[in-house]
């Protein structure tokens, strides 16, 4: 079998363009990062606004979302972004010196060929959606090892690698994140799935597989040990 990163690496050093690629990525500051986490968390427990990334085909099945949060949290103010990537465009615009579409008198400077990630995924999630820790700018050049339907050592090895960074990154903010699961959605999880089932009136079917994502987006992040560079 003829495999096209093979052919790569044949030509440049593996480990040097991981760490190059790594090096690449731009995410927000600590300083930015900690008061927007703690806004963030209030917002949730207080019943502002937050934004969460559309659920299903055209979004048809949000509401699915904002009823569980409304048994959940209490909170009545979920706003599915209009674009799915929106508010985060403009969360990690305004926290660094960095843009992705130019505007006039700005003097932040112009990214090209920079994509904005989630980098623990859970975008249904009020919490990490719109999260200062959970958004970077990656070069697109490693979308071909980041992305789900990627496969292969290549791809495996840059995503242990990947994770592992970013886990010692944001550490902290992974366990004050799981603290607040803990003591926040764990206990009272069950119970808001219920009423939104009653609430909506879905099938058993369906909301099976709802209630399957939804506890995936809810999630506590898994740690791993996996410094290899």
């Not at 917002?43 to 699915?64: C, Q, W």
């Not at 799935?193 to 987006?217: C, P, S």
């Amino acid at each position: 079998m003829r495999d096209a990163y093979n052919k790569l690496f044949e030509k440049i050093n593996r480990e040097d363009f991981f760490k190059l690629g790594l090096d690449d990525i731009i995410y927000i500051e600590e300083n930015e990062i900690m008061l927007q986490w703690e806004k963030l968390k209030n917002n949730v427990l207080n019943n502002k606004e937050v934004f969460i990334r559309g659920y299903s085909r055209d979004a048809r099945k949000t509401n699915y979302y904002i009823t569980l949060y409304m048994f959940l949290f209490k909170l009545e103010n979920v706003i599915k972004d209009p674009s799915n990537n929106t508010e985060p465009t403009k969360l990690i615009a305004s926290l660094t010196n960095y843009i992705k579409t130019p505007k006039k008198k700005c003097e932040k400077e112009l990214l090209s060929n920079y994509q904005i990630s989630h980098l623990f995924g859970r975008t249904k999630n009020p919490l990490l959606f719109n999260c200062s820790w959970n958004i970077a700018y990656i070069p697109k050049y490693l979308d071909p090892f980041t992305g789900h339907e990627t496969r292969g050592e290549h791809s495996m090895t840059f995503k242990k690698v990947f994770k592992s960074q970013i886990e010692n990154r944001f550490l902290d903010y992974i366990i004050d994140y799981n603290d607040f699961i803990t003591k926040y959605v764990e206990p009272n999880l069950q119970e808001a799935l219920d009423n939104t089932r009653r609430k909506l009136r879905i099938d058993k079917k369906e909301f099976g597989k709802f209630e399957k994502d939804a506890r995936k987006e809810l999630s506590k992040i898994e740690l791993e040990d996996n410094k290899l560079f």
